[in-house]
């Protein structure tokens, strides 16, 4: 099987833009899950999707926000970005609640 | 507190030496465990889950998870330069499958 894709894999935005990472997971996999690691925080978990519905979400301002589409696919989005917002952007995948997670290649978002 | 804890090292260990990762989590209702290697740079990749008291091997790998204590931890038996990395310990806190995770561990084996 396939592992979790996400596009792009590095991206450059200035301060107030926004941006959209995409995330598809393994074939047959519902569950994307989305976490942001800094050095400073770590792996911290944004959100979770399961059937194109948000089941969770992590203490992040509204500028983030993600969905997901009916072949599970899912995109996230931040707006008005800012330069705390430099980071690697992970997006996981799961074949049901409680189950391993696998992790794709990330996106390496950095703001100037 | 902390819902996942685990120390940042480094730890090192020589070549073809045991060496021993742990961690404690706060949450009693987790029940599952997970470990993840991170190589600098690269995203984590799943190395063991354990699900039940005991001992679970895979391999060089061995999780083990102790619930009335609180404590899961990973033994990498024979220790390669190639297992030089950092590693995460995450439990599922909150609900659906959202995963929290320790700081990490960096461990760097020696020649």
């Known amino acids: 099987k396939a592992g979790v894709t996400q596009t792009p894999r590095y991206l450059i935005k200035t301060r107030g833009q926004q941006v959209t990472l995409s995330c598809s997971p393994i074939s047959g996999h519902r569950s994307v899950s989305w976490y942001q690691q800094t050095p400073g925080q770590g792996l911290q978990f944004l959100f979770e999707?399961?059937?194109?519905?948000?089941?969770n979400k992590g203490n992040f301002p509204g500028r983030f926000s993600g969905r997901q589409f009916s072949n599970s696919r899912s995109e996230m989005n931040v707006s008005t970005l800012e330069l705390g917002d430099s980071a690697l952007y992970l997006c996981?995948?799961?074949?049901?609640?409680?189950?391993?997670?696998?992790f794709g290649p990330g996106t390496r978002l950095t703001v100037t | 507190q902390k819902e996942v804890e685990q120390n940042s090292g480094p730890l090192s260990v020589p070549e073809g030496a045991i060496a021993s990762l742990n961690c404690t989590y706060s949450?009693?209702?987790?029940?599952?465990f997970f470990w993840y290697r991170q190589y600098s740079g690269k995203s984590p990749e799943l190395i063991m889950s354990?699900?039940?008291?005991g001992d679970k091997e895979d391999g060089r790998f061995t999780a083990q998870l102790n619930k009335a204590s609180q404590y899961v931890s990973l033994l990498i038996r024979d220790s390669q330069p190639s297992d030089s990395a950092t590693y995460l310990c995450?439990?599922?806190?909150?609900?659906?499958?959202?995963?929290?995770f320790g700081t990490g561990t960096q461990l760097k084996v020696e020649l």
């Open positions: 949450d009693r209702v987790s029940q599952s």
């Open positions: 995450a439990a599922p806190t909150g609900g659906g499958n959202k995963l929290t």
């Open positions: 999707y399961f059937s194109e519905t948000q089941r």
């Open positions: 354990i699900y039940s008291n």
């Open positions: 996981a995948s799961s074949s049901g609640v409680g189950y391993e997670q696998y």
